[in-house]
């Protein structure tokens, strides 16, 4: 591994500088499987389910996507990162005024949709109770404002890299400040475009896989927080208490949207 990079081989981004809970050395007992890299399934999956129109093409959404990796393969910073998950998706131009009612009326539904289509001997199940309106804001620092603001003016292109494995929600807050400016800690929309786009991300019949956090997010409570979590082979929706502990098991992504 090149001492000057971010990420290590497998594209874990390294806890380098960071306060909060993380665990340095990992044995990846969770452990994501490569969704297959097949940009015309992805696309068609996101437009069809979500049923807007959109000024993107299959080819420019690839030309996009591949833009991105190359940028990130050309720093020795940051090439490593495309060693490990990557996962392509778009989000349509969008207005919206709340971020907790927009996932519980249009994007986790299109969860279920996407799964459906791909699984349809599996369940997706959101554990929700009552309404999301008015429980998320953007987290400090975590950048994740500059997805949405660019989401009411344009298509949004990005890569998903479910890179944070075994940080708590806090340390994946502190370590966003010593990466470069175009990554931006995951939250809500582009985690679940990601999963419409390859709804098989956290299906694994050979070994078990991490659960998924909304980290660019902030909850109703410092303490918990929303995720994604394989259930056997059904994919569920939920919250829960993470009260700034770290787990093998948790995981929370980085995005890098296309210039």
């Given amino acids: 591994m090149d001492m000057s990079s971010l990420f290590d081989d497998y594209g874990r981004c390294l806890p380098?500088?960071?306060t909060s809970q993380v665990h340095a050395q990992i044995r990846r007992y969770y452990e994501i499987k490569q969704p297959e890299?097949?940009?015309a399934t992805v696309f068609s999956r996101i437009r069809s389910n979500f049923?807007?129109?959109?000024?993107?093409?299959?080819?420019?959404?690839?030309?996009?996507?591949?833009?991105?990796?190359?940028?990130?393969e050309s720093s020795a910073a940051t090439r490593n990162i495309t060693q490990g998950i990557m996962v392509p998706f778009f989000i349509p131009r969008l207005s919206f005024t709340d971020i907790g009612e927009t996932l519980e009326t249009l994007?986790?539904?299109t969860v279920g949709k996407s799964y459906a289509q791909k699984?349809?001997?599996?369940?997706?199940?959101s554990h929700i109770v009552g309404s999301l309106k008015g429980l998320l804001t953007v987290a400090?620092?975590?950048?994740?404002?500059?997805?949405?603001?660019?989401?009411?003016?344009?298509?949004?292109?990005?890569?998903?890299?479910?890179?944070?494995?075994?940080?708590?929600?806090?340390?994946?807050?502190?370590?966003?400040?010593?990466?470069?400016?175009?990554?931006?800690?995951?939250?809500?929309?582009?985690?679940?475009a990601a999963i419409i786009g390859s709804p098989d991300l956290l299906f694994n019949k050979e070994k078990?896989?991490?659960?998924?956090?909304?980290?660019?997010?902030?909850?109703?409570?410092?303490?918990?927080?929303?995720h994604f979590e394989a259930y056997g082979y059904?994919?569920?929706?939920?919250?829960?208490?993470?009260?700034?502990?770290?787990s093998e098991y948790w995981n929370s992504g980085l995005t890098v949207l296309s210039d």
């Fill in 16 to 18: 380098q500088g960071t």
């Fill in 37 to 39: 890299l097949d940009y």
């Fill in 51 to 72: 049923g807007k129109s959109t000024q993107l093409t299959i080819d420019l959404f690839a030309k996009k996507i591949k833009a991105i990796q190359t940028n990130l």
């Fill in 107 to 109: 994007f986790i539904p």
């Fill in 119 to 125: 699984f349809p001997d599996y369940q997706f199940v």
């Fill in 140 to 192: 400090a620092g975590s950048r994740h404002d500059k997805l949405l603001q660019r989401l009411t003016q344009e298509d949004v292109v990005g890569i998903y890299f479910p890179c944070l494995l075994e940080y708590s929600v806090p340390a994946t807050r502190e370590i966003i400040a010593n990466l470069p400016k175009e990554f931006l800690l995951s939250g809500g929309f582009d985690t679940v």
């Fill in 208 to 226: 078990y896989t991490p659960l998924l956090w909304f980290s660019g997010l902030e909850a109703e409570k410092h303490t918990i927080g929303y």
């Fill in 234 to 246: 059904n994919l569920t929706f939920n919250r829960k208490g993470h009260f700034g502990n770290v």
